[in-house]
Structures are given as C-alpha cells and as structure tokens.
C-alpha cells in the first residue's frame, strides 16, 4: 500500500481528501554539534528540493505552509559493509532502510571528511507523527475498536500481555491481528508511513 496522494496541486491528503501537516525529517552523523548538524542537514534539503521538485510536489507544500524540520541524530558513519552486505555504519543503515521501503530521500556526503555520509533527508505527513489522531496499534486497537468494558477487562485482567504487545514490531502484529491491522494500516496511510512510524521511534534530537 502507498502513501496516499491526491490530485491536488500539491501535499499529503488522507483518504477524505484532509490536507496533512508534513515534516521534514533528517538524520545527522552523531559527531556534529550545532551549526554543523544544521548546515548538513541544509545541503541534504536542497538536494531533496532539487531532486524532487517537480510540478505537483509534496515540497511546495512543505515551504509554503508548514517547514518543521526536526533534526534526529543517525548514529555513526561507516559505508564498509559486513559479510551480509549490510552496512557497518547506523546512518548508512539507515540510508539503506529508507532505499529498500521506497522512501523519497536525499543524503550529503561531506568533501571534506573524505565523503562520509553526514545527513539524510525526507518527507513525513502528520499520520507518521501525530499520535493523538493517529495512534500506535495497540493504543488504536484498545481506545478505538474496544469498547470501554472490554478494554477495562482487557487491562485489568492481563496488563503486563498488553505492555508486550506495544514493543511488538509491526509484523508480529500483523501476524496476531491480521484484520484489525490492515484496516490500522490504512488509518495510517500505508505500509511506507508504518516503516516509518518505526525508524523514527525512540530516535533522539541531534546534539546541540
């Protein structure tokens, strides 16, 4: 399932044709503070705005109503790959995450420190970030599709089931709850937002 987008000029919409908060989202090598961190993250937005910046894109909407940017720290930088091909640093991991779920994306690497990957960048609507209309699986499946006895017997008689079933990753819950999660999916836009409702989970700030 992808991301819903509508035949409107530009942006993310919900299937009510909603017009969605977007996001811009990157990740930064864990070594660089401050202004480094910002100007890295600059190159890797003009790159994305470069690169996808066609007639109706989701961009145009970004600059013109919204710009948040919140910069996220990616960890370490190392393009060597293991034995299994995966690579050894955790921004680079992350850069082959975003390739493999078909993530619009655009990276940096720095002349300067022998083009190490320093930022990655990309696009999120709201049903990524917005946990109060958007809420994680099991919240959803508790708040929304149980009613109120049925959650209250639920959690009173097997609290600590329900604690487990929220560090479930989205295929073991899937797996359990094979209908409610595909009309979850679509709440949330498809399976690209629930990859990246993922990544994005427990991730810190850059360092300032």
Known sequence: MEIVKSEEPYGFYDDESKPLEIRMYFFVNYQLTGIQSGIQALHSALRYARKFGGENSEIWDFIDNHETCIVLDGGTTNDRRELDGQAVGTLNQIGDALQDNEIDFTHFNEPDLNDALTALCFLVDERVFNKKDYPDF???????????????????????????????????????????????????????????????????????
């Open 138 to 208: 099991i919240d959803w499946l508790l708040d929304v599709k149980m009613y109120q006895n049925a959650k209250d017997e639920a959690l009173t008689r097997n609290p600590e089931l329900w604690a487990r079933y929220k560090l479930q990753p989205p295929e073991a819950l899937e797996e359990l709850f094979p209908e409610y999660f595909k009309e979850w999916v679509r709440l949330v836009g498809g399976l690209k937002n629930v990859f990246l409702r993922e990544l994005l989970r427990g991730k810190k700030l850059a360092t300032n």
